[in-house]
């Protein structure tokens, strides 16, 4: 809403939130509560931690598990194990998955021994369970993690990346909002008249981009995010930088088309 306050908007957002719970769901049917701290696919968008802080403690206040979803945020892609510590909150479950095997089929449950003991076997048995194949990938992506300072690294070369895209907000009026937490980031690209997201220009900027040499995909069609592996080296993102300048610099001067296919093109949600 215009001019909203943050603390206007995580107070109108809460009282959303309670709205179930107020008109027709009981408390005591709700096992858990599922968030994403930081949304992958919505955008790369933070929740406001004020907000996170009072659904944990109506969790806790009502014996309801407090459950998130790191398969997206997870892994060190924010700077940290897990995108929930930028919240200071330890959760009762995480779901766990893609990075955690660099990219072979595994996903995890992880939880409070009480509560992943208290399971019996046909509720924690899955088809793919137990493969050795992925489980190595996994062990050999967490020794990788751990060994070359990946987390340190995400941090660092996160903060150039921010640094970069300020920038060129600063350079381009169509590049709006700049989200960055480590290397995962989330740049709006708007229409500079109406301050509305832009499909369009995203969508040639994505695709220009791709012709220059580099992958990039949108979310929700306006979107432009930015995660490059955690083992990029520093020349190899400098390289990047340097081919979405020229993109924002093409599209700054009118120089750049839709390709045919572009209602194919993003990743909209």
Known sequence: MTNESDEAFVERMFHQFMLPFEAYLPVDEVAAILIEPIQGDGGIVKTPPAYMQKVYEFAKANGILFAVDE????????GKWWSIQHFGIEPDLMSVGKSLASGMPLSAMIGRKEI???LGAPANVYTTVG????TAAANATLDVIQNEHLLERSQRLGKKAAEF???????????????????????DIIDPVTGKGDTEATTKLMYRIFELG?????????????QPPLVITEKE????????DQAFAELAAGKLAAPANAEELGWLV
Not at 71 to 78: P, S
Not at 170 to 183: I, N, T
Not at 237 to 244: E, N
């Open 214 to 226: 580099a992958i990039i995909i949108s979310l929700r069609g306006s979107i432009l995010r930015f």
């Open 131 to 134: 493969n050795p194949v992925t």
């Open 71 to 78: 398969v997206n945020q997870g892994m060190g892609r924010t």
């Open 116 to 118: 992943l003991e208290s």
């Open 165 to 187: 895209f300020k920038l060129e907000q600063q350079k381009y009026p169509f590049v709006g909002d700049v989200r960055m937490y480590g290397l995962d980031g989330g740049i």
């Open 237 to 244: 993102l400098d390289q990047a930088f340097a081919m979405i």
